[in-house]
């Protein structure tokens, strides 16, 4: 929620560097920030969502070159592409900044008079690390065999004369700001990687590179241009007018900054704050990083991306799907909204495959939403002439489940985890389908026609039920799918043109009111395995180590909810294996960040693993007979690190836990003392 007297909820971003087209990744962002600023607009609240291009630096400089155009338009091209991505993703920003427009020049270069006027600049001659690629300086301890420990992208030794940002006087001040605002830094766990960090020793950071003819001056020193980062950052700033619009503090400061994982720890978490606490300027609320798409063949932790592969154009997929449904492309672009917040883990790395999407888009939208709204208005139509009953006694069960299900959405959608909001929607999906089934509303229609009086009351409030609990599943998804959510709104009677918070309340149905006929919004994708034709034409064919990846979807089927998992059986004592058999087993040290039950399994817990770095795993153990989740949290533990994923449940596990078979008791095996996550077994 705003704070009172502001205008509304302010959300950014990341300024998106144009070396490269938008994907898959990068869409990822922008619509769940989209999402979240809809889903304030709900609320009744203004939101503001700005996004734009950073099209600063010596990279997009030598891209430009290697492409044998000028440079300005170089980044013309790409950044009219990334506004255009968005606005067919249904993106509805407020505001598009560039950081070669003038206002933007402008505020940063007052941002950096008043930088050097209260003495926090100062120039001297740089020494060390930098990575052209990452366009970032690199400590001693932050590079190992020529590359950065953090991307592995290759680093170069320079020595330049530069201004530089006394970022080293701001450890402890940073440090007592996040103690102080512990909701500052998200998710909770990234907090720990921050401070780790800052711990290390901060150094004062060059700010300048020479001036080879693309960048921003420096005032007063035009032979230098400023730093990428320290430009791009000032863009969200710059946007709401400062230093200029006297109104610039109407949306200052940011309600949230929301990214990916690689440039929250030494950019968003540590250095902007910095920027901001030198000048007195307030520090943007929260500063909130999600993980990355993976892919089967990439080193563990590594960004998928455009160096990668792998990833296609978000027009290209949702083309895809427009094509393997049959649906209008309005439709097909709610879907791959959807689909992007449903999958992403947010917080964690998440496997990226078309397959699992389009298995998503089946099991999700065709299967369980659509399949509600369809045989619902189908039912209707046969057993009350199409026409919404009245319902003098509503389902008392039902009624009570919508209103948990809302208030936990806006739990999950308050502390930004956009996939737990749209799981617990869909849970509520999945309780009314199961209620037709139960309620069987055709075996009271043979009542009816048998005489009973009562029967026709009860098929009027089944049928209400349902077609009230999907119009407010509709609402609740509608900050993903703006457009499908009223088309079902209206499949089910509902004359609903904007999703707001007041129309979740139970009973706005009108009885009386003339459905339509059921015409299928999701028609399901009879075949959810894409050609290799299909993923060159959306360029998502993983090109690295193409011969070693294997989706894990394509060979683990989805296990339907509620089906047993098979008991590992007693393995033969008496077989040998040799050393080198042994050696394939990668065993590591893990660090359990958090621990809950898997739904309708007894024995099951989904934990998170820390393994190494910022890699952390979803892992199923079948413990929680013997361990409650809170008795986890922050444990260590050790993991069958190399083991074929395979999916429990409908969840993917990426790993095995060892633990001993004390008389049928699992006892988790773990270091005699503290060591390093990530160290191996051996």
């Known amino acids: 929620m705003t704070d009172s007297g502001r205008d509304g909820f302010y959300i950014t971003t990341p300024i998106y560097y144009v070396n490269g087209l938008p994907h898959i990744g990068t869409a990822l962002t922008t619509v769940a920030c989209d999402a979240i600023a809809r889903y304030h607009r709900t609320l009744g609240e203004k939101s503001r969502l700005l996004t734009g291009t950073d099209e600063n630096g010596a990279k997009i400089q030598d891209a430009a070159e290697q492409a044998g155009k000028p440079t300005d338009a170089f980044v013309n091209g790409l950044s009219a592409a990334f506004r255009a991505c968005w606005q067919d993703l249904d993106v509805r920003f407020d505001d598009f900044i560039r950081t070669t427009e003038p206002r933007h020049i402008r505020a940063v270069q007052e941002f950096f008079t008043r930088l050097v006027e209260r003495g926090f600049v100062y120039k001297d001659t740089y020494q060390g690390w930098y990575s052209t690629s990452d366009e970032t300086f690199y400590r001693d301890t932050d590079v ?9 992208k290759p680093v170069v030794r320079v020595s330049e004369e530069n201004y530089f940002f006394k970022l080293s006087q701001f450890g402890d001040r940073l440090l007592q700001y996040y103690e102080e605002n512990p909701g500052f830094l998200q998710p909770e766990f990234r907090k720990n990687e921050v401070v780790g960090f800052i711990n290390e020793g901060l150094r004062d950071i060059c700010i300048t590179r020479p001036n080879k003819g693309w960048g921003i001056p420096f005032p007063g020193d035009p032979s230098k241009v400023i730093y990428v980062w320290f430009d791009a950052l000032i863009s969200y700033l710059a946007s709401t007018g400062w230093p200029d619009d006297p109104e610039w503090e109407k949306w200052w400061p940011a309600d949230l900054h929301f990214m990916g994982k690689e440039i929250f720890v030494r950019f968003h978490a540590t250095l902007w704050p910095a920027m901001l606490l030198a000048l007195d300027i307030p520090l943007p609320k929260c500063v909130f990083a999600h993980g990355f798409w993976t892919l089967p063949g990439l080193r563990a932790g590594e960004k998928a991306g455009k160096s990668t592969g792998g990833l296609p154009h978000p027009t290209s997929f ?14 097909a672009v709610d879907a791959l909204r959807y689909m992007l917040c449903r999958e992403m883990n947010f917080g964690l790395d998440t496997e990226f495959s078309v397959e699992s999407f389009l298995r998503r888009y089946n099991t999700d939208l065709a299967n369980d939403l659509g399949n509600l709204v369809n045989r619902t208005v189908n039912m209707l139509h046969k057993f009350c002439a199409g026409i919404i009953p009245e319902c003098a006694s509503p389902d008392p069960e039902i009624v009570a489940l919508a209103r948990v299900v809302q208030q936990t959405y806006h739990e999950h959608m308050s502390h930004f985890k956009l996939n737990s909001a749209i799981e617990i929607v869909m849970q509520l999906v999945a309780r009314m389908n199961k209620y037709i089934d ?55 009677g509902a004359s609903q043109t904007s999703p707001h918070c007041s129309d979740l309340d139970w009973g706005k149905l009108a009885p009386g009111t003339v459905v339509d006929a059921a015409v299928p919004i999701f028609p399901r994708i009879t075949d959810t395995s894409p050609t290799e034709a299909e993923l060159m034409q959306i360029g998502a064919l993983v090109n690295k180590n193409e011969e070693q990846v294997t989706s894990v979807d394509t060979t683990n089927e989805a296990v339907k909810p509620g089906t047993p998992v098979q008991a590992v059986q007693p393995g033969d004592d008496s077989i040998m294996i040799g050393i080198e058999d042994f050696m394939k087993v990668q065993l590591k040290v893990g660090e359990v960040l958090a621990a809950e039950p898997v739904p309708n399994a007894t024995k099951l817990l989904r934990l998170t693993v820390k393994v190494a ?16 989740p809170e008795d986890l949290e922050g444990r260590q533990v050790v993991v069958v690190a190399n083991l074929q994923p395979r999916k429990m449940r409908g969840i993917e596990s990426q790993g095995m836990l060892l633990a001993a078979d004390v008389e049928g008791r699992a006892v988790l095996v773990r270091p005699e003392e503290l060591v390093p996550v990530g160290a191996r077994v051996r």
Request: a negative charge.
């Open 318 to 331: 949702e083309l895809l799907i427009a094509s393997k449904a049959g649906i209008d492309r309005s439709i």
């Open 613 to 628: 770095g910022d890699e952390a795993r979803t892992i199923l153990a079948g413990i929680a007979e013997y361990y409650k």
């Open 144 to 152: 190992v065999d020529g590359r950065s420990k953090e991307t592995g």
């Open 438 to 492: 139960t309620s069987a509303p055709w075996a009271l229609a043979k009542a009816v026609t048998a005489g009973d009086t009562e029967a026709q009351a009860k098929i009027d409030t089944i049928l209400y039920s349902c077609l009230e609990a999907a119009r407010i599943c509709a609402l609740l998804l509608a900050p993903f799918m703006p457009t499908a959510s009223m088309a079902l709104c209206g499949q089910v």
